[in-house]
């Protein structure tokens, strides 16, 4: 793989399923064209039945496309040897109960390829560093939910992959368990793993990914770097003894004043305004507690691209 | 790329092995054909004296009505219900204990997980497929060395004979120790080292060796073959 060519690039990938009896198709994707640069921390979001899982599916060729390509480090995701390099949390993962968690992990690894003794050492590491440690002798079928997704996110690092995709991988783990997986996976991207996650936690996709893609009813209805789609038009200023005399020359700079508890807080609409608010204040010799930048919250911009995506139709 | 290929292919004999060894029907048909298996070795139980029935016991108890009559048509008799029952019972025993086994690694939730693997569809069927044929290779490579071991050790030049033989002098073996089993543990006229009394304490073997429902399968398959040979007390100038 040349260092610039994406490590996942799909063209028009299409899914259609027709239904036995009533022979109708249902469009799962419709036409999906996407690109995950290499090191990138990439969130797949869509409400159910959007086609997330369908697309990821594809793209690991359990189920043929429709129409459409899709490539894997620049292979064709039907060859083989293109998912080498791939991790994957299934969402609804079924693990051989008869295994412990320690063979489990010696076959995934087998089946990717991972010599003997190199099994023996990662196996070893992932069970301490996901916590089960203690657990590694025990059959699967005596796991709990939270500790089977854990074993799976050490399943899938057991070859040390490039690409590491996860669907919904903090389902059913605590927040304890959630904030481990997520420092795992932000150490894993500083190490240049690139991370593929499929969430409908928006918070945990806001605080770990890099670029977001939003699909609804098997399309693409938003892509793009996280800060600049979370990014609002304006900042904020709080001053916690702001004096009255700045209130008349403030109100022809902000865009609104509250006051709450003692602490003003002041919107300004943009950079330039903001700076002759702070002159002002400070001419009148007040303190300022705190300046930031107005941002969307990730939910806010994901119901904002649902329901202009609903108005579409 | 082969050894990877390979070693792919062994993890899935592997995983093979393993789930049907925590199986309970796995177990449960081993068992029930164990039962099977002792039921036709103790249940008949029949005397001989110079060539013909003295007397024959069933369950312990006297049935009279056999006195006289030529022991071959006896075994005869005997082994051809006991065939046709355990053709049956083996075809039973053997596609129910094996027959979730490949079903179960293409369900939803785990076949996704094994596709995102450098594997092909093929290749997981592949693997499964020998990792089933294995569980039944070691069967019968246990079988073999426990008809060995009754072939004791001065008879140890028929090993060749046996292992040479193939399935299907196993098989044979299997059928004339069922014969055996059904007409009693005892040929009071054969003679200490006479090869057809080594045939018979090696079929012995056989019997309590078959009790696996892979090896009750074979050993059903050939009884239920047509091989008029099958029908006969011990051929055994063919081990020579």
Known sequence: ?313 | MITRYAAATGALVADTFRESLSRKIFWGFFGCSTVLMLLFLLVLNIDIVKGGVAAIKIFGQDFNGGQGVEIGQVVNAVLGGVSVFLFTAGLFFSVFASAGLIPTVFEPGRIELLLSKPVSRSHLLLGNFVGTLAVIGCNLVLSNLWSLGGLGPENRHLAGGFFGGGLVGRLRVWCVADGRAACGRDFPQRRPGDDGDVLCDAAERDVFAAREPCSLFQFAMAAGSGDGALLRLPEVSWYR
């Not at chain 1, 480090?73 to 079924?94: I, S, T």
């Not at chain 1, 057991?158 to 368990?177: A, C, S």
């Not at chain 1, 807080?265 to 300046?291: K, M, P, T, Y």
Request: glycine share 10%.
């Open chain 1, 1 to 313: 793989m040349s260092p610039a060519q994406p490590v996942i690039q799909t063209e028009g990938l299409t899914k259609h399923f027709r239904r036995f009896y009533t022979r109708r198709v249902v469009q799962a994707v419709n036409g999906l064209s996407l690109s995950v640069e290499p090191g990138t921390a990439f969130g797949l979001l869509g409400p159910n039945g959007s086609g997330k899982t369908t697309f990821i599916k594809m793209l690991l060729s359990s189920i043929v496309p429709t129409a459409g390509t899709a490539h894997l480090f620049g292979k064709d995701c039907r060859n083989p040897e293109a998912r080498r390099q791939v991790g994957y949390l299934p969402e609804n993962h079924r693990f051989p109960t008869y295994n412990t968690g320690r063979q489990m992990l010696h076959f995934y690894a087998a089946l990717s390829g991972s010599s003997r003794d190199e099994r023996v050492t990662r196996a070893g590491e992932l069970l301490e560093r996901v916590g089960l440690a203690d657990w590694a002798d025990v059959r699967i079928g005596k796991y709990s939910k939270g500790m089977l997704q854990r074993l799976g996110l050490a399943q899938a690092l057991m070859h040390r992959p490039l690409l590491l995709m996860l669907d919904e991988p903090g389902d059913g783990v605590d927040p304890v368990g959630r904030r481990m997986i997520r420092d795992l996976l932000q150490e894993l991207q500083q190490q240049g793993t690139t991370i593929f996650l499929n969430s409908h936690l928006l918070a945990e996709v806001e605080l770990f990914c890099d670029d977001v893609a939003i699909i609804q009813r098997g399309e693409l209805a938003l892509t793009g770097r996280l800060d600049q789609l979370t990014a609002g038009s304006g900042y904020q200023l709080s001053s916690p003894d702001a004096a009255e005399g700045a209130f008349n020359e403030l109100r022809e700079k902000t865009a609104s004043i509250a006051s709450n508890n003692g602490m003003v807080r002041l919107q300004f609409a943009d950079r330039e305004a903001l700076n002759e608010g702070i002159d002002i204040l400070r001419n009148h010799g007040s303190q300022i507690e705190e300046v930031q930048r107005q941002r969307s919250t990730l939910e806010d911009v994901f119901m904002r691209t649902i329901e202009e995506s609903k108005e579409e139709r």
